[in-house]
C-alpha cells in the first residue's frame, strides 16, 4: 500500500495555465506538507496543515493556494504557471511522536511540474 | 549564514570505504535532527534520527554535537546501493511542524 501517493507523476503545461496537484496519505497523520525542490536540490518547504488548519505558509506567491479537505488530503493549485515554478513539488505527512515532540516525514513520490 | 549546511560533494569512495559526511546548523533552540536519503529522481526517505547520545544502525553511524552544533553521519564498509544524496534534517524550532533540509552531500560508491 502507497503511504502517501500524488498525482499526477509528471505534468507538463504551457505559461499562464491553471493546474492541480492532488495528494493523499493512508498513514493516519494530522500535519500534511507541500515542498518544493529545484533544479539545485534544494527542497524547501511551501505549506504545511495541521488537522486541515494551515499552519505554516512559507513566503510563496499567491498563485500557489493549498487546499485541505480532510486531514488524509492536501491539494495544490497553481494559476497562471511561469517557467520558474518548473521544480519537482513533494507532498509529506507526520505525525508528533514523543514528549520531545520528535517526528518523521514520510514524502510522496513528487510531482515534476515543466512549464514551458 | 544558511540555516543547515552541508558540503555538497560529490564524495567518490571505493567499495568498503568508510565515509563520514557533516552538517552544521544555525539555531541553537533546534530539537530534533535526522539524515534523510535521496537517490536520483525519487523522493527523501527518512535514514536514521539523530539522539544526542548518539545512535548506530548497522552501518550507519549518526551523532550530535548540540555545542558545536554539528551533525555527522558515518557510514561504514560502503556498498554501491548507499551511492545516493544524504539530506542533513533539522526542526528549527520547537512547535514548528517543519523540517528545514540541508542541500545534501552526494556519495558515489564505485566498485
Known amino acids: 500500500d502507497t503511504a502517501v501517493s500524488q498525482t499526477p507523476k509528471y505534468l507538463v503545461t504551457q505559461m499562464g495555465n491553471d493546474k492541480s496537484i492532488k495528494c493523499e496519505q493512508n498513514?493516519?497523520?494530522?500535519?500534511m506538507y507541500w515542498y518544493k525542490q529545484d533544479s539545485k536540490k534544494f527542497l524547501k518547504i511551501m505549506f504545511s496543515?495541521?488537522?486541515?488548519?494551515?499552519?505554516i505558509n512559507e513566503t510563496v506567491p499567491n498563485r500557489f493556494s493549498p487546499k485541505s479537505p480532510d486531514k488524509a488530503h492536501l491539494n495544490l493549485h497553481i494559476n497562471s504557471l511561469e517557467l520558474g515554478d518548473s521544480a519537482v513539488y513533494f507532498c509529506?505527512?507526520?505525525?508528533?511522536?514523543?514528549?520531545?515532540?520528535?517526528?518523521?516525514?514520510?514524502f510522496g513520490p513528487g510531482t515534476r511540474l515543466t512549464v514551458t | 549564514r544558511k540555516e543547515v549546511e552541508q558540503d555538497p560533494g560529490p564524495f567518490n569512495v571505493p567499495e568498503g570505504a568508510t565515509v563520514a559526511f557533516n552538517c552544521t546548523y544555525s539555531?541553537?533552540?533546534?530539537?530534533?535532527f535526522f539524515w534523510y536519503r535521496q537517490d536520483c529522481r525519487k523522493e527523501p526517505k527518512l535514514l536514521m534520527s539523530?539522539?544526542?547520545s548518539g545512535n548506530e544502525d548497522g552501518r550507519f553511524t549518526a551523532q550530535l554535537n548540540r555545542a558545536s552544533q554539528y551533525i555527522s553521519l558515518l557510514i561504514r564498509d560502503s556498498k554501491l546501493s548507499d551511492s545516493a544524496t544524504y539530506l542533513c534534517?533539522?526542526?528549527?524550532?520547537?512547535?514548528?511542524?517543519?523540517?528545514?533540509f540541508g542541500s545534501g552531500t552526494r556519495l558515489q560508491v564505485q566498485p
Open positions: 509529506a505527512s507526520s505525525q508528533v511522536i514523543g514528549l520531545a515532540g520528535s517526528y518523521e516525514q514520510y
Open positions: 498513514l493516519g497523520h494530522d500535519t
Open positions: 496543515y495541521n488537522n486541515k488548519e494551515l499552519i
Open positions: 539555531n541553537s533552540a533546534s530539537q530534533s
Open positions: 539523530v539522539y544526542s
Open positions: 534534517v533539522v526542526n528549527i524550532a520547537t512547535g514548528r511542524r517543519a523540517l528545514t
